[in-house]
């Protein structure tokens, strides 16, 4: 089985960062978790993923929330591309690139933003907990 690492860096400074090394058939959900305990955040805020070309423009949204009925009704009549949920989107279902790129916002009020790059894919450690 795959594993994913990855750079997790602060928007704003570059020096400040983690490499966190996910499985490929674990979520997003559980890359949020992870990024959060790493870097000291309560988890009582939403976030987002967001697809990322390589200037960190985002793309479509992986959010924490769950989506309403009315919110995918709107987003189709706007022709607008569908949100994904976290908890229910693998990890392995948006690693289309080598050095896939997403952006992470943690509390959207007050916008901790992260950008995430895929380092490189590694061997899966059986004796290891993933995701560390």
Not at 8 to 20: C, G, K, S
Request: net charge negative; proline share 4%.
């Amino acid at each position: 089985m795959a594993v994913y690492r990855f750079r997790v860096t602060f928007e704003d400074n570059e020096e400040v960062y983690r490499e966190i090394d996910i499985k490929s058939t674990q979520n997003f959900e559980d890359f949020h978790n992870v990024i959060v305990q790493s870097i000291g955040f309560d988890n009582l805020h939403d976030a987002s993923f967001y697809i990322s070309d390589d200037y960190y423009r985002k793309g479509d949204e992986i959010t924490l929330r769950p989506i309403s009925d009315d919110e995918k009704e709107l987003r189709a009549l706007k022709k607008m591309p569908l949100k994904r949920q976290m908890n229910k989107c693998k990890m392995a279902a948006l690693i289309d690139d080598p050095h896939q790129k997403f952006v992470y916002v943690y509390d959207l009020k007050t916008g901790w933003t992260f950008l995430v790059e895929l380092l490189k894919i590694v061997p899966d450690d059986a004796k290891v907990n993933y995701p560390k």
